[in-house]
């Protein structure tokens, strides 16, 4: 069974800087894909960043030039540096991962960002 396990969220003032961690478990093949969401409270969940099997990144504007999404040395593994954090960057962050044709999701680590 595919699982993900998300890590580094927590508390931090505004302007400071965390690093999301997301490992992908029970499968032997390398993703396609892995994505950053995040969902704040009251909002729709939303795409934060992806990085492909190829290297290829993408972010969303509103995180341009603060995120780096980045592959990590163990296979299926990804992370998220947040830099230069803002409060509206607070939410619940949820790694996702396309194995083939199939989706897979974490169960999400709160960042909280106080001014």
């Known amino acids: 069974q595919v699982q993900l396990v998300e890590s580094g969220g927590g508390l931090v003032q505004a302007g400071g800087s965390l690093r999301l961690s997301c490992a992908a478990s029970?499968?032997?093949?390398?993703?396609?894909?892995m994505d950053w969401h995040r969902q704040a409270p009251g909002k729709q969940r939303e795409f934060v960043a992806r990085?492909?099997?190829?290297?290829?990144?993408n972010y969303a504007d509103s995180v341009k030039g603060r995120f780096t999404i980045s592959r990590g040395n163990a296979q299926n593994t990804v992370y998220l540096q947040m830099n230069s954090l803002k409060p509206e960057d607070t939410g619940v962050y949820y790694c996702?991962?396309?194995?083939?044709?199939?989706?897979?999701w974490g169960q999400g680590t709160q960042v909280t960002v106080s001014t």
């Open positions: 029970g499968i032997a093949s390398n993703f396609r894909a």
């Open positions: 996702n991962a396309l194995f083939a044709y199939t989706n897979y």
């Open positions: 990085v492909t099997s190829g290297g290829s990144t």
